[in-house]
C-alpha cells in the first residue's frame, strides 16, 4: 500500500486520527479493524501500530486531540471576551464548552456507545484530558491574575476541570442543565475558592 507523503511523522499521525475521528462518529468502533483504519487514512497497518501500538492508544490519542482542541477553542474565546475576574474566565470558558460540546459529533457518539469501548477515557481513564484542562486553567489564571496564591489556583483549578468534564459526560436537563447556569455555578464555586485571593477584585 502506498504510504501518504506529508511534511512529516504529524502528517501521518493527523490521516490516521482523522480516520479513527471517522470510525467512532460513524459508530463501528467496536467492530473496526486496525487494518480498515489504516487503510482510510491510506497507510499500512504497520505504520499504524508504529505510531500507536494500540486500538487502545489509538482511541486515547484520539480522545487527547479532541480535548486539546476545546482548549484551544476555550483559550481563543478568552481572548475575544477578555474577562476581569476569574469567576468571569470560568463562567465564559465553562459556557462555550458546554455549547460546543452538545454539537460535537464525536463526544454525541462516545456518550451513546452502548460498547461503553470509548467513555472510560473521559471517566475511568481521563486523567491525561483533566490534567490537560486543569495544566491550561492554571497557565491562564496565573498569568491574568499573579496576585492569587498558587495553591489556591491549583485547588480552584482542579475543581473546574473535573466539574467540566462530568458535566459533559452526563449533561443535565431542564433549567439547572443548561450551559449559563452550570457557568454561573461554577463561576459562583471559584469566586469562593480564590477568596484569599480577593485583591484582585
Sequence with gaps: MAE???SDSRSTRDALLDAAY?????GGWQTARMVDVAAAAGVSRQTLYNEFGSKDALAQALAMREAQRFIDGTNRFLEDVNPTRPGDAVAAATEWTIREASDN?????????DTSELLPFLTTRGDAIIAAARQNIETYWRAQWPEIDPADVALAAETVARLTVSYLVLPSDGPDGSAEAIAARLSLLVERLLMKGASYQ
Excluded at 22 to 26: N, T
Excluded at 105 to 113: E, F, I, N, Q
Design 105 to 113: 459529533p464525536l463526544l454525541k457518539a462516545v456518550l451513546t456507545d
Design 22 to 26: 471517522d470510525v467512532v462518529v460513524a
Design 4 to 6: 501518504i507523503r506529508g
